[in-house]
């Protein structure tokens, strides 16, 4: 490990590298310090440290500048620049060191209320208050995350009232997990279980939630937490995805042996979650009478989408059925009406149509209470996930998700 000679460093800025920074542009801001401290030869007399988390994760990226004890909220490359030369605007400073000797916090700056981090005693006969926190994937599109949103709200009926019900986003939307965490803590919550709201298990229900627990856990000692599984293989999807398949007028109990269908995933490099797909598409295909359902990928892995079609084409399908497995529209819905537009095109004489996406069916929202009633008594597989990330921790390092 690097040892660093320090006699001659003057400042020492502790950069935040926790979850909620890092997803706001905390590593840019990272480089962006340490290139101007290199440009202009101060690497004697600055010296910079990542750090897990500093605290203020609403006033993300914060930066914090000793001995002078001065904490700065850097939310672009401009104001990291300014920070090494400490000519940092009024409205960037979060805290300075007072004439007393305790820090004074920027009047224009909101003021954030603390989180305590011990065990608060309970009242005589108070019940531990519980919370639920789905997370949802988080789509560039806002309309994907509303549907996110709205989901919830309409699954608050099948959960004990005496839960607190919160939602967050693992990326591209607000509140993240870390905030959602916070949000739990905020409201009383001492036992927080976290259920993601994910298709297949793959590296963001593996390492990425796991890893936003784990950090959790180091704030909030006295809180519970537990991990819900996802989705994954269950009774209640293929009623979902024969439903999608009905809303076009496809009779599922009826005889189609020209037909194929091309079930579709976004795809991952997840060994495990591509046979988990398999899996789905071969008990799907037992539930129809068709020619064949065949598998497909919008990214990251093989067949893709254009492969999937042309093998349909060349097996002798004279309508090809695109079923999209995701959860929410957005950008690769678009991408697959382009793609029946092109192929229809190249191939006039195949009926090519396209069901509607997975998506929040009713059918779900008990797929979803039952995963979050199994993180709450103890039989999730999740459980067992955070105890494989802290193994995968140990032996790598904590893992950073960003966008």
Known sequence: MTTWNLQKTQRHLLICNGATCLSAGGEEVTQAIRREIAEHKLDEVIHTSRTRCNGRCKDKCVVISYPDATWYHVPNDEVARAVVHEEVEEENIIYRLGAEGTFEHNDKRETIQGIHKYKRKKKAGEKVKKAILFVGHGSKLEAGNEEVRQFVERT???????????????????????????????????????????????????????????????????????YGQTIGIHDKIFKILLARLEEIGFDTAGQHPDTTILFIARGSSDAGA????YKITQLLAEKLHVKSVECAFMGVTTPTVPDGIEHCVKSGAKRIVMLPYFLFTGILMERMKKMREQFGEVYPDV????????????ELQHVLVERAEQAINGTSTGMQDLENYREYARIHGPVHHQH
């Open 156 to 226: 608050r009926y099948l959960i004990d009232p005496s839960f607190l019900v919160e939602t967050c986003f693992l990326e591209f939307a607000a509140p993240d997990i870390e905030e959602g965490i916070e949000n739990c803590v905020e409201k009383g919550a001492e036992e927080v279980h976290v259920v993601p709201i994910i298709l297949l298990h793959a590296g963001h229900s593996k390492l990425h939630i796991p890893a936003e627990i784990e950090h959790a856990r180091e704030h909030f000692p006295h809180i519970t937490f537990t």
């Open 274 to 277: 591509k046979a988990d797909f």
């Open 351 to 362: 009926a090519i149509d396209i069901a509607g996406y997975f998506g929040y069916h009713p």
